[in-house]
């Protein structure tokens, strides 16, 4: 059977058929081995159970989504079925409230309106010059690494790097933040929300517990240093001409209501949580890849010194760096940033022939649809010519979404592009890296797809 005709026979199943899965243990289902291998689990559970498999973490049973078709209905054909109200999103509830990322129906709709022409590509490219700024400051800091040989953990520069830009693109400034309490909250906050979901029956946050304690004092911290920011610029009319000047200057058509104070944190909360790691990982891991791939780092260079000679990028450079953007692309497929989501149905429906109950929870996985051989022959392999113009048009929409899709694609992919493309072409200008020996790269699927460690590089000045 050819794999088109295969695919079909599969995504046609008749209806009422069991949805397969392991049956795992009586009370953990599988979350022992889930915590033992998280990525392994699922793609194992892919290549035996197809399009779609059903697995249970402790009290809940959770359906993965692996084909792309399946991933298009939820997402985008009767994505007003599959709602943020899923278990997967409640560790991070208390953080993000009714923030854009994690809002439903009418509300979310209303915010989406109001921040849209915030993040359209014209607006964006205001920050240019700001991104080039801040790659420039790290580049200069670099120097004395490369002098001296010592290796510097890329992921670490890389959230530096982002976590300055996204602070700057929302506050203009670092005013208010001199401490830096930002960054090292978000890190406490997400950590815990991770550990939460891999131990279903730890006790809940109220309970005065060393973690617990750690958490409260990360979110007052966050909370208290965004509250001032915003108290403080109440009255200003929109001088600043950054992110936050346009969220607090946002009326709705009908009403001519502003946000109200709460609700303008958790905005600004969750543009930090949702936009500066995901950014940051998918340039530590290009950079990681193109150390491991000297032919394509050798032809993204010339590519570089063509378009730009030794000038700095700019964003109408960005159409003529077309290979350095398919390596990028290439890079979210293999370490998609955001490698799971998660809905709850609201009522019940049909995928690929499979029953869906109303109420169920349901998993979709990037990284789990980008590796399917069938749909990208020999998928552990690095090759961006799979993004060729060509390529992308012959294979399905949804067999590759690192941003999501549908109305709920992520808000903010233009500016997550335009300040990876923008700091990829800068770094590979003026660095020549080498992965550092003896420290191999394990990846760790916590909210994002990290690297647990590093990777650790050698810098030379070129
Ligand atoms: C490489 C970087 C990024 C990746 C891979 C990424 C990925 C995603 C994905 C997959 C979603 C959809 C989640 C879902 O369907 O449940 C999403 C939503 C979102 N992203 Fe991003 N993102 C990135 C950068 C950013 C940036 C820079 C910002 C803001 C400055 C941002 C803000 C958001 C917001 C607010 C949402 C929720 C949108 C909505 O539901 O209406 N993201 N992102």
């Given at each position: 059977m050819s794999n088109q005709t295969e695919k079909l026979s599969r995504n046609e199943r008749t209806i009422k058929e069991e949805i397969p899965g392991p049956r795992g243990h009586l009370l953990l289902g599988s979350l022992p081995e889930i915590q033992g291998d998280r990525l392994g689990f699922l793609l194992e559970s892919a290549r035996r159970y197809g399009p779609m498999m059903k697995f249970r973490a402790g009290p809940t049973t959770f359906l993965v989504v692996n084909s792309p078709e399946g991933v298009q209905h939820i997402l985008q054909t009767n994505n007003h079925n599959y709602t943020k109200q899923s278990v997967g999103f409640d560790p991070l509830r208390d953080l993000l409230g009714?923030?854009?990322l994690l809002s439903d129906g009418d509300f979310w709709l209303k915010q989406r309106r109001l921040m849209q022409p915030a993040f359209h590509r014209q607006r964006i490219k205001a920050f240019e010059g700001m991104i080039m700024e801040e790659t420039e400051g790290m580049l200069a800091e670099w120097e004395s690494q490369a002098d001296s040989g010592?290796?510097?953990n890329l992921t670490r520069e890389m959230m530096r790097l982002t976590l300055s830009i996204i602070t700057r693109a929302l506050f203009s400034d670092r005013v208010g933040d001199e401490s830096g309490a930002i960054g090292k909250s978000i890190t406490v906050l997400l950590e815990d929300s991770v550990y939460r979901f891999d131990h279903p029956f730890y006790p809940p946050r109220w309970v005065p517990t060393e973690r617990n304690r750690r958490y409260g004092r990360a979110k007052a911290d966050l909370f208290g240093v965004i509250d001032g920011i915003i108290e403080r610029r109440k009255g200003s009319s929109g001088e600043?001409?950054?992110?936050?000047d346009m969220l607090m200057g946002a009326r709705d058509e009908e009403s001519g209501e502003g946000m109200s104070s709460e609700q303008l944190r958790y905005e600004t909360v969750t543009l930090f949580v949702a936009g500066h790691e995901t950014t940051a990982l998918l340039l530590s891991w290009t950079l990681y890849l193109l150390a491991q791939h000297p032919d394509a780092r050798?032809?993204?260079?010339t590519e570089v010194a063509e378009v730009l000679d030794r000038r700095t990028p700019s964003d109408t450079d960005l159409g003529d760096l077309t290979y350095t953007r398919m390596v990028l692309d290439e890079a979210m497929r293999?370490?998609?940033?955001a490698w799971l989501t998660n809905r709850k149905a609201v009522e019940a429906d049909e995928i690929c022939g499979y029953e869906i109950p109303a109420g169920a929870e349901v998993a979709i996985?990037?990284?789990?649809?980008h590796r399917d051989p069938e749909l990208w022959p020999g998928p552990e392999k690095f090759d961006p010519e799979r993004f060729t113009p060509e390529k992308v048009a012959q294979r399905h929409r949804y067999a590759y979404f690192p941003f999501g899709g549908g109305p709920r694609l992520c808000i903010g992919?233009?500016?997550?592009?335009?300040?990876?493309?923008?700091?990829?072409?800068?770094?590979?200008?003026?660095?020549e890296m080498e992965l550092?020996?003896?420290?191999?790269?394990?990846?760790?699927?916590?909210?994002?797809?990290?690297?647990?460690d590093g990777p650790w590089m050698q810098l030379k000045v070129r």
């Open positions: 009714n923030g854009l010592e290796a510097v600043y001409g950054d992110l936050l050798a032809r993204l260079q293999l370490y998609p940033p996985s990037p990284y789990v649809t992919n233009n500016f997550a592009l335009l300040e990876a493309m923008l700091a990829l072409a800068r770094i590979t200008q003026r660095y550092a020996p003896g420290r191999p790269v394990e990846v760790e699927p916590l909210i994002t797809l990290r690297p647990k």
